[in-house]
Structure formats: C-alpha cells, structure tokens
C-alpha cells in the first residue's frame, strides 16, 4: 500500500508539474531573440499562457493587452512603429511571470518559399568563401522554418526555429536566393530585414495552397476530401486512395503504358534491352532515354534460399525518380512518390519461394532526371535472420510511354511535398497574422507537367497568401531558369509552357513581379549556382515595385506582334534606350507558329523597341514564341543588362 501511494503521489507531482510548465506565458518563436517585426504596421504577436490568464505586452514603451483562450493561446496587437531598435519585447502574466526577447528590430519581413532552387543554401553557390565571408550584417536576420509536414493546419512549429543574425555560421546553410536579396534590400533601402525561409525541394504548389482554397480548384477537391478521410482512418483513407489510382493507370491506355502482365512472372521479358540502373536514366548511355520524361518497365530475377523464402523480410530499392509501382512475383508490394526518398517494401513470409523470383517495377518521370537512380548497392533484399541478398544489378526495361501520352497521376493528398496543403499548414500557417513586406516565390519545377493547371493555381496561391497576410500582399516571382536539352529545331518544351503560365499570370496581377532567370541557369543542372543574379533580380523588383525607386527592373517584354506586309513588328517595353543584342548582329529565338502549333524559326532584327521578323511565312492563324525550349539561347536585352522574357503571343 506504501508503494501505491508513493507512486501515486509521485504522478500527481508530476502531472502538477506539468501543467505548471505548459501554463508559463511565452512567445512564439517567429518572436524570439533577434527577431524582425514588420514595420508601419500593427503588430500582431502571440503565444501560449494559462487558459484565461490576463496578458501584457510592451514594445519600446508601447504596450498591449491580451486573453489566453481556453487552449491557452493569446494574442495582443501592438501599434505600428517605424524602422528601429534594438529593442526588447516582453510578455507579462502577472499569475506566471514573464518572457522576454531580446534584440528584436522594427523593420522589413520578407517570406521566402518554394522548392528546391529556393532552399539551396549559400554553402552551394558560386564563390561561396567570398560570400560567406563577407556575410555579417548585423541589421540583417535569418529564420529558417524546417522541413515538416502535416494533415491539418498548425499553430506553432513543431521543429523548433530561432532567428539569427546574418554571418559566417548563419548564412551557410540559409536560402542563397533569399539572402542574397535581403543583403541587397537592406543596403539599398537603409532598412532592417527580416528573412524567413520556408521552403522544400521537390514540392508541388498545391502542398503550399490550404485547404479551403484548394477547395476550390476543382481539380483538387477530391483530393482534400481524401486527406481529410486521412486524418480520421489513415489506413482506410489509403487503400480506398490506391484504388483510385489503379483505376487511373488503367484508363491511361494500358497498351501504351504497358499492360499489367508486364508484371507477371509468365511474362517473357527476353526480347527486353539490359541495363544497370545506378544514376539517373539520362546518364545511362541509352540513346533512347537521353531526354526521356515518361514510363519505363525494369524487371529483374533473384535467386533466395527456402530458409530465408520462409521469413518474413523487406525489398529496398534506394530512391526512385519519380513515381513507381513495385511488384514481387506479380503480386503488388508498393508504390512510392518522392523522388528522393528510398523505397522500402515489407515482404510477408511466403511472398517468395525458394529460387527465382521476379521483381518488376514500373516507374514514371515527370520531368528532370528520372529511374531507380541509387546505387546497386541500395538494391537488395533483407531478410529477418539478418541475411542480404543483391537485387540486380542488371534489369531488363522498356520504355511504355511518353509522359505527354500518359500525363501523372493523382498525388496523395497526405505525400510529404507532392501531396495538398500539406506544407502549408505545417510550414506557413504557424506565421498567420505575421506583418510582411512581400512574398519571394520560387517553385514550378514539379509543376512542369501541366502548365495549365498551373495557370490556374498560381493565382489561387496569391489570393490564398493574402487573404492569410496582406491583401495587397507583393508576389515576386522567379520565372524558371534555362534546364535541359538543347534543341536544333522547335519543338514542344513543358518548362517553355510553364514559364508562359508564369509570366501570364504575373502580367495580370497588379502586386506581383517577374524575375527572369532564362540565361542564368545550367542546362545539365536544376540547382544552378549563381543565386546572388537570383536574389538581385528580385531585388530590383522589390526596389522598383515595393519601394518607389527609379529603376529598370525587367529585361523586355512585348506588348504585342503585328503583320505588316511581309513582316512581322513585335513592340517591346522595358526597353527604354533600345535592345541590345549580344554576341551577334541578330537575335535568336523566334519562331512563327501555324494553328497546328507547326513552328519554324524566322530571321530577326532589332530596331529601337522593336523586333522585325523578315520573310516570315504567316499562315492566317499564327502565334509568335520566343525562347521557346526548355534550354534556349538568349541573346535579347535591354540596356540594363536583363534578359528578354520568353513568351508565346497572337499575331495580329
């Protein structure tokens, strides 16, 4: 009896404990040490206290007072001040005591998001040493927000976050495009800057849209739905999920893509070409696969003894780029998304049998490197007993088809950065209600696939980002850069199409900018390395748009093309002075298009603001494009040195 009640009060003092440590009035960590607040705006801070507790916040003499709800947050609002500091921000509940972030300034919030070539870090850039070197700047602060993902919106970060001052030790692993902005931004406008990076490579931009705006999109509410079924069953939610897309890849032609006894072991694959997949597919010396965006079929046979045939165990086969569908002895035995994520499938006793056994994968990329691109020594079969067995390394394949003739197929919702509102609500909502100067926005490289839906989504984003922020919110945006083949000849290009979107629905939008990067990127590299042209780029939009200076802030854009004769005239603005073409007497990188979307390429000559396109056969409906590959050559600028946007027009 002793004993129990030892332990029993013991839990009492612990649960006390407890509470007494979850009641203690603090700040949210966007309001920690260092902090930015933004300025020439209310001031809207928060936190948790005790449910019910009375709260006082004070500012460099200003204060403000607040109520923690029944779950223990609070909220006060804090007039607007301008630029200054540093100063402390303290948090008062008089039952409680205190909090107090130290050296927190009065100036510019910028949020910095999308994917990958958002988050590279300055550790990666062109002339790192130089840079990092020479990165101190005390008025100028990081706040990187960790990768994490969740079904429903969050509060408060559950990876924690600081901020910190810029320096050699900060900057190293922060956003290079961010900082590199920020760093300019603050020379220029003699302003403190607050930089927030929040940002995850490979991510598609309906994991950064929330759910009611998703809502919606018609193309995205199934998915919503499902992702709320998710939260409440997940196991039920995904196989109902499976389902789905089972049924997608059926109705996606099955002798185009590949018929589903390509994954029986009756199936005689001999007729099949050998490989040995280690690298992405485009490396991999097959002529065939060199530019390859699509489906490919790999099936392969390993040999297992009855000893470990009778085990349970777990077929691992590194990452996959992007999608694929892994079956064991023609049964089904997973399917993965994330292109950088290795693939591990749990294999119950009997799945195989003593002997051969055939492992078929279908894998689909949609754009960028694709294939079972991990080394062979990720492929392999691991058994309960501890033994291992080589999968591989050399498979047959088969290309099934383009990924114009199947398109991708539904994400799930629940998929860490390629599922729905995801990042959002893990990533972006816990900053609600936080005073901005603007948004930098860099992403659409794993939205290539479908430019036009994208079209429709990228102005959802804007309008879901604002209505959380700032309703006139600025929207500056990094058109993406020049990645992939060259090409001889016009052709088709999905970047080509999704930069249109970009720059489409850019014009349309009265607070966003474009930053075109299209002669700044590498053609055999997605993460090119000079973002400090990136981040100053955005900077002169930022400059000329947000803060009134007198400046060119975009290479030119056309205003229109017209027949005149024989020719065609295309008019230009942002290009007061001329264009300059470099490196040439002409401009490369027009082509005339016939209603059939049949191209050609036609001579060109500037002249003044004008582009003259000589001998051009004009078929009676025909639009003009420029720039229009996924790697094209751009020789067009105006006199401040930025780059022409590539676009695709009417002719009049």
């Known amino acids: ?30 309001f920690q040490d260092h902090a930015v607040l933004q300025r020439d705006r209310v001031i809207v801070v928060g936190g948790t206290a005790a449910p019910g507790a009375a709260i006082q916040v004070s500012l460099a003499g200003q204060q403000a007072a607040g109520k923690a709800d029944g779950a223990g947050r609070w909220q006060a609002t804090l007039p607007p001040r301008g630029a200054g500091g540093p100063y402390d921000l303290e948090v008062r509940d008089d039952a409680s005591g205190s909090a107090v972030a130290h050296d927190v300034l009065v100036g510019d919030v910028w949020l910095c998001s999308g994917q990958s070539n958002m988050e590279m870090q300055v550790r990666r850039v062109s002339n ?8 101190a700047n005390s008025r100028v602060r990081l706040l990187h927000v960790e990768r994490d993902s969740s079904i429903a919106p969050l509060t408060q970060f559950v990876p924690p976050v600081a901020w910190r001052v810029a320096g050699p030790g900060t900057v190293n692993d922060f956003s290079a495009a961010c900082f590199f902005f920020g760093r300019e931004i603050e020379h220029n406008e003699n302003v403190p800057v607050g930089l927030i990076d929040s940002s995850w490579g490979g991510s598609i931009i309906q994991a950064w849209i929330s759910a009611a ?23 039920a939610a995904a196989a109902r999920w499976q389902e789905n897309t089972e049924q997608w890849w059926q109705a ?37 696969l060199k530019n390859f965006d699509g489906i490919v079929w790999f099936r392969t046979v390993v040999d297992v003894s009855a000893t470990q045939a009778a085990e349970a165990g777990t077929l691992e086969l590194g990452p996959i780029d992007d999608i694929d569908t892994t079956w064991v002895n023609g049964v089904r035995v997973g399917s993965g998304e994330a292109w950088d994520q290795p693939r591990f499938y749990p294999l119950a006793a009997g799945t195989l049998h003593a002997g051969s056994n055939l492992i078929a994968v279908r894998v689909l990329d949609t754009g960028g490197g694709g294939g079972m691109w991990g080394p062979p020594e990720q492929k392999l079969l691991r058994f309960a007993d501890g ?8 498979w047959r394949y088969r290309i099934a088809g383009t990924l114009p003739q199947v398109g991708v197929p539904p994400h799930s919702p629940w998929t860490p950065a390629i599922g729905l509102t995801t990042l959002y609500n893990g990533m972006i909502h816990p900053l609600a209600g936080l005073g901005l100067r603007g948004v930098l926005w860099y992403q659409g490289e794993a939205n290539t696939a479908d430019a036009a839906e994208y079209a429709q989504l990228l102005p959802l984003f804007f309008r879901d980002w604002r209505r959380e922020f700032n309703a006139e919110l600025p929207m500056l945006v990094v ?15 999905a970047w080509a199409a999704l930069r249109e979107s970009q720059r489409r629905v850019v014009d349309a939008d009265a607070h966003a900018g474009l930053a075109v990067t299209i002669d700044i990127g590498d053609r055999f590299d997605i993460h090119p390395t000079n973002k400090q042209e990136v981040g100053h780029r955005l900077a002169l939009l930022a400059r000329h748009r947000v803060y009134g200076e007198q400046l060119e802030d975009s290479g030119p854009e056309p205003t229109g093309a017209a027949r005149q004769a024989d020719r065609v005239i295309v008019e230009y603005t942002h290009a007061n002075g001329g264009l300059v073409v470099q ?23 500037a002249a003044g603001t004008r582009i003259v396109l000589r001998g051009a056969q004009l078929p009676r409906r025909a639009h003009l494009r420029y720039a229009w590959s996924d790697s094209p050559v751009c020789n067009l600028y105006n006199t401040a040195g930025l780059p022409a946007v590539p676009f695709d027009i009417p002719i009049r």
């Open 479 to 493: 058109q993406l850069a020049n990645f992939g083949p060259a090409r001889a000849a016009p052709a088709d290009s």
């Open 387 to 394: 033994s291992v067995v080589a999968v591989g390394p050399r």
């Open 252 to 288: 996606r032609n099955p002798a185009a893509i590949g018929p589903a006894s390509w994954s029986a072991v009756s199936f005689d694959d001999r007729a099949w070409p050998q490989m040995r997949p280690a690298g992405i597919w485009e490396n991999s010396g097959v002529e065939a």
């Open 213 to 235: 705006s998703l809502r919606a999109h018609g193309g995205s509410r199934d998915g919503v739905d499902a992702l709320e079924a998710y939260a409440r069953n997940p196991a």
């Open 1 to 30: 009896m002793r004993e129990r009640m030892s332990r029993t009060t013991l839990l009492v003092l612990l649960a006390a404990s407890a509470h007494a440590g979850a009641s203690v009035v603090t700040l949210d960590s966007q």
């Open 128 to 135: 790192l040493e130089t840079e990092i070197g020479a990165s």
């Open 583 to 605: 490196g040439s007497n002409r401009p490369a990188g027009f082509e005339i298009c016939d209603g059939a979307d049949h191209c050609h390429f036609v001579d060109a000559m």
